[in-house]
């Protein structure tokens, strides 16, 4: 419970992770621990990594710039803020919006953006003098995808409308 600004007291509020289903003693089971939700997020987890490997395939790195990394998190970080706003638009997380989100966002969106090889990437660089060259790589990755995901926000309202 918090407090208010009158003082009276009220309840935290609800996380829609929290009672998705009933466990076999009739009690709240948590998303990540029902199977339909958790194959889910594996199908659309399979899927993203099998997007983001042909993009990374596709546009590979320019001048030791890992190109199609960047590309995956900048456009993983607009959809995955598009996605959300436009789903929390709609209503309440349930049903067909909870499934969209965690197949989509968790699963889809979270194979997809790769922020390990943003790290080892950068690493790299740093290990071979490039350290001008991997503070643009984290800069660009971190900035320009706060951006994008603003963009995502913003774009998803400006649909909605």
Known sequence: MTTSDSGRERPLPHDPDLEADEDPAGGPRPVHLT??????????????????????RLLGTSDGLPVGTLAVNLVGAFALGALLEW???????????????????????????????????????????????????????????????????????AAAR
Request: aromatic content about 8%; glycine content about 18%.
């Open 35 to 56: 199977p339909f939700f958790i194959g889910l997020v594996a199908i659309g987890g399979a899927g993203g990594s099998l997007a983001r490997y042909g993009v990374e």
């Open 87 to 157: 789903l929390a638009i709609r209503g309440s997380d349930v049903a067909h919006r909870r499934a969209a989100r965690l197949l989509l966002g968790t699963g889809f969106l979270g194979g997809f953006t790769t922020y390990s090889a943003l790290a080892v990437e950068s690493d790299g660089l740093l290990r071979e003098g490039r350290a001008g060259l991997a503070l643009v790589y984290v800069l660009a990755t971190v900035v320009v995808g706060l951006v994008a995901s603003l963009a995502g926000v913003l774009g998803a309202r």
